[in-house]
């Protein structure tokens, strides 16, 4: 079974806000690591500094390597040996409130939804774990730890541009060939904060404007619901990729916390984008609300909300996965884990299907559909 990869700026042995915040800010460099999701036990490939990638041989070893040249030779044959529509990556950015055990419990399970289907073209994920507490308390420290990640990832992002330059250059009239499969790019929650700081570091730099993601996925942003507008970093998402899908819930209680306590604006992952007519082109936004909204009014109080979980569970499980969690039911902000629907839109965008064709979806006009 094939590997995933994960990059990471945390020290993955303490965990503590001290240390967080401080290894952060001091090292801005990052880490890369091998995932077995049949064992998940985790491989770090050892550190070197990649000068280029001219002299990087198609049919190398990857094992043989060192740091991104491992990373992104892997990649590489791993798509270009990939069957037809089993070869595509996803790169992701996790939440609030995740550990180093919680991203690997987390990669875990983004492996049996998206890898494991045979409905899904995701044969290899490349996993994100930036410095979040893993503490419910702690908002406020992962916030200042999302901005220096994002940071980083435009480093790791010129690394990228560096490789497509340099690898598949001419040699001898010979340039490698391109595998045809496709890498997208999804973030859950704060981990579009994540994403908004690394498009702030690289938009500036023409020489990084690589159109290197097909899809581009946003699952419950906790941002700004400006955060589409011109003149913000994710208006020039399109730059980066070919199609934006937008995920909100309005029932999203994790953003309504959010929005009352922490933050200034509505949160554009539970009410979507202040406006539709200012947001970038072939960006759709995709309201999830209706699948749950009735359901979770049924239960008031804390007794309704505990005796009648059964049956609750029962009565939506048309939209859930087996493997539902309470968390879900409650909060409506995992949807793209726990949620059949949102799933299954998902994966036809992943597909690459036309966004009018994508069954049970509705269109409400203006790059706004509803499922």
């Known amino acids: 079974m094939l590997n995933h990869w994960i990059i990471t700026n945390r020290p993955v042995v303490n965990d503590s806000v001290e240390d967080l915040r401080s290894f952060v800010r001091a090292r801005p460099e990052f880490r890369i690591a091998g995932f077995d999701p049949l064992s998940q036990a985790v491989q770090f490939v050892t550190d070197e500094y990649v000068e280029n990638y001219e002299n990087l041989d198609v049919g190398a070893d990857p094992v043989g390597l060192k740091g991104t040249q491992q990373l992104f030779l ?36 983004l492996h049996e939804i998206y890898v494991e289907s045979k409905n899904s073209p995701i044969c ?63 973030a859950h929650s704060m981990g579009n904060q ?38 913000r970093p994710l208006y ?45 082109p072939r960006t759709l936004i ?20 505990k005796s009648g979980f059964a ?15 309470w968390k879900e039911l409650m909060v409506d902000h995992w949807g793209y884990l726990y949620r059949n629907n949102v799933v299954d839109d998902i994966k036809a965008v992943l597909r690459g299907e036309p966004s009018s064709d994508i069954a049970g979806r509705s269109f409400s006009g203006n790059q706004l559909f509803r499922i």
């Open 194 to 231: 994540v994403m908004e700081s690394f498009l702030k570091a690289v938009n500036n730099e023409s020489i990084y404007r690589l159109n290197l993601f097909e899809e581009i996925l946003l699952f419950n942003a906790d941002l700004d619901w400006t955060a589409l507008e011109s003149g």
């Open 74 to 109: 892997s990649l590489y044959q791993t798509m270009a040996n990939a069957p037809k529509d089993k070869g595509d990556i996803l790169f992701f950015m996790h939440g609030f409130n995740y550990s180093w055990q919680d991203s690997l419990a987390h990669l875990q399970k």
């Open 311 to 325: 049956s609750r569970v029962k009565a939506i499980s048309g939209e859930l996965q087996p493997a539902t969690q």
């Open 236 to 280: 020039s998402l399109p730059e980066y990729g070919n199609r934006i899908h937008v995920y909100n819930h309005v029932s999203d209680d994790a953003l309504h916390i959010s929005e009352s306590t922490k933050n200034n604006e509505k949160r554009l992952g539970r009410h979507g984008p202040r406006s539709l007519d200012l947001i970038p």
């Open 124 to 186: 290899q994920i490349v996993y994100f774990s930036w410095p979040s507490v893993g503490d419910l308390l702690r908002y406020r420290a992962d916030q200042e730890n999302a901005l220096p990640s994002g940071w980083m990832l435009g480093r790791l992002f010129a690394k990228v541009v560096q490789f497509y330059a340099d690898f598949f250059k001419r040699r001898d009239g010979v340039r490698p060939a391109y595998c045809g499969k496709k890498i997208h790019m999804a």
């Open 286 to 305: 995709v309201d999830c609300s209706a699948g749950s909204t009735a359901s979770r009014r049924a239960i008031t109080t804390p007794f309704e909300r």
